[in-house]
């Protein structure tokens, strides 16, 4: 008997898949679609947002307020300026004021207390200059100079916190911080900016930018870009964009005008200056630096070796190479320098030029002091007799400390006796509000932030754009295979033979 027969059931099949070429052309429909869906949309966001842009409402006008406490008087300066976040702001014409009232800070030394409300007349000023919707975004802030730094520091600190208690409920935006004693060499540096920022030379080349000398009433200020290695206290490094300032600045106290002849009074009343010309006259000392006829005076040259002497006095302390100007360190005068205050003020009395020469200043000086005091008076006849008596000290006390202390030849004429450029007041403060301005800015829009909503959206606009257009041009080249079925039977197929090769057993 034949054994049974079952049937039998076909092997599995097995499938496996490969790819097959598709002609190019197959594919070029859909990428013309797609290039033209992106160029499309590209264009859109470009047209979109420049014409967004060009409807976009300019800057607002953003104020500031610096309160100068100077130490004969105090002034507040309000500032309206237009700029890109952490730029450098443009003053805005007309938005700018400053009001000044006397006395000093300083003179409130016996009674603290009173200090601050000599703010409030200066505070309602500012207020009239900016809109009441601005006040609470407007910072104000007091800086100090030379009359609160010789005051004691118990009645520094009560006056300050006096001022604190008007300035918090001026309206205006303030923190406890910003009413300070600013050192002086800030002051200077503040000055410098100011400066160049007027020049238009702020952010440009180093070695093009202004030097700054002032001579206030209490100190004096020197600062300007050095090529020298300077003592670190000396140093001070101030970045704007991407170029970078190194500054020497010092502040002389008790080297301003009024301080240094306050000096020369107390010198020649303990009779430590001799000269051949100086002695008692009834019971009144003889004094060079007084014009002629006013106080048994009017001798130039020797005021201006006593000024020397009191620009000298602490020489020996020199701890330095070289010391120029006292005990302090000074390096070598480099490039041209506006003369601000007192020196542009005695400039202006004698009626020289801006670019006067020292040695027309000293001619000029020579010839007030050796003048009789009667034709002096009959000359100026409407000023007052304390404040001519001084330009003959003034004049002296000008040559020797330029060019017997800093070396400045007599006929340089690298040095611009003004106050002002064009229609920008030289004024620290000044510089305190660009400096002040950039740096809350900064802080307020971090550098990344700042380039999106600023002016590089049309740079990321681009980027984002090119980004876009690569990512299409390679999606376009990129295939995605087509698959093929291939049933194998075990009947001999070669997995890597052709589709459409006989011997692959394709069925």
């Not at 842009?53 to 307020?65: E, N, V």
């Not at 005051?151 to 604190?164: A, K």
């Not at 006796?417 to 004024?427: F, H």
Request: charged share 20%; aromatic share 10%.
């Amino acid at each position: 008997m034949d054994a049974p027969k079952f049937p039998t059931r076909p092997p599995a099949a097995r499938f496996f898949s490969f790819p097959t070429k598709n002609p190019s052309s197959a594919h070029k429909p859909h990428s013309r679609s797609l290039w033209l869906s992106i160029a499309s949309s590209v264009v859109f966001v470009v047209l979109v947002y420049l014409a967004a842009a060009s409807r976009s409402p300019p800057p607002p006008l953003r104020f500031g307020i610096i309160i100068d406490a100077g130490s004969s008087g105090t002034r507040i300066h309000v500032f309206g300026s237009k700029g890109e976040s952490g730029a450098i702001p443009s003053l805005v014409p007309g938005s700018t004021a400053v009001m000044r009232v006397t006395p000093g800070l300083s003179s409130f030394s016996g009674d603290p207390e009173r200090a601050g409300a000599s703010l409030e007349e200066l505070l309602e000023f500012a207020k009239g200059k900016v809109a009441k919707d601005r006040w609470r975004d407007t910072e104000v802030r007091l800086m100090a100079t030379a009359g609160l730094r010789m005051v004691d520091m118990g009645s520094r600190e009560r006056i300050l916190e006096s001022c604190r208690r008007v300035l918090r409920l001026s309206g205006f935006r303030f923190k406890n911080e910003w009413a300070t004693v600013i050192p002086g060499s800030d002051e200077g540096t503040y000055a410098w900016v100011a400066a160049n920022y007027a020049l238009g030379s702020l952010g440009g080349d180093p070695e093009k930018t202004t030097g700054i000398m002032e001579l206030g009433g209490a100190s004096a200020q020197v600062t300007f870009v050095s090529s020298e290695t300077l003592p670190p206290e000396f140093s001070h490094v101030l970045t704007f964009g991407k170029t970078t300032y190194n500054l020497y600045s010092n502040s002389f106290l008790h080297f301003g005008q009024n301080a240094a002849h306050e000096s020369l009074r107390k010198l020649l009343n303990s009779r430590d200056i001799k000269t051949s010309d100086v002695s008692r006259q009834e019971g009144t000392p003889a004094d060079p630096c007084s014009p002629k006829g006013y106080s048994h005076g009017g001798n130039f040259s020797e005021c201006r070796s006593t000024a020397l002497s009191l620009l000298q006095k602490e020489k020996d302390n020199c701890v330095y190479q070289l010391c120029h100007l006292g005990s302090t360190f000074i390096p070598k005068m480099q490039g041209n320098f506006i003369a601000t205050e007192n020196f542009f003020y005695t400039s202006k009395f004698f009626g020289l030029s801006p670019t006067s020469s020292l040695s027309e200043m000293m001619h000029a000086g020579e010839e007030y002091c050796e003048q009789d005091w009667s034709k002096t008076k009959k000359k100026y006849h409407s000023a007052e007799d304390e404040d001519l008596s001084r330009y003959c000290f003034s004049a002296a006390y000008i040559v020797a400390l330029l060019h017997d202390s800093f070396g400045i030849p007599l006929d340089d004429k690298r040095i611009e006796y003004t106050n002002q450029v064009g229609d920008v007041e030289i004024e620290w403060a000044l510089g305190a509000f660009i400096v002040q301005s950039i740096m809350t800015k900064r802080s307020e829009n971090p550098d990344w932030v700042t380039a999106m909503i600023h002016g590089d959206l049309v740079l990321l606009l681009l980027v984002a754009s090119a980004l876009l257009v690569l990512t299409a041009w390679l999606v376009s080249k990129w295939r995605r295979p087509r698959m093929k079925t291939i049933y194998d039977l075990e009947k001999g197929f070669c997995l890597h033979g052709s589709l459409t090769n006989p011997n692959c057993g394709v069925h």
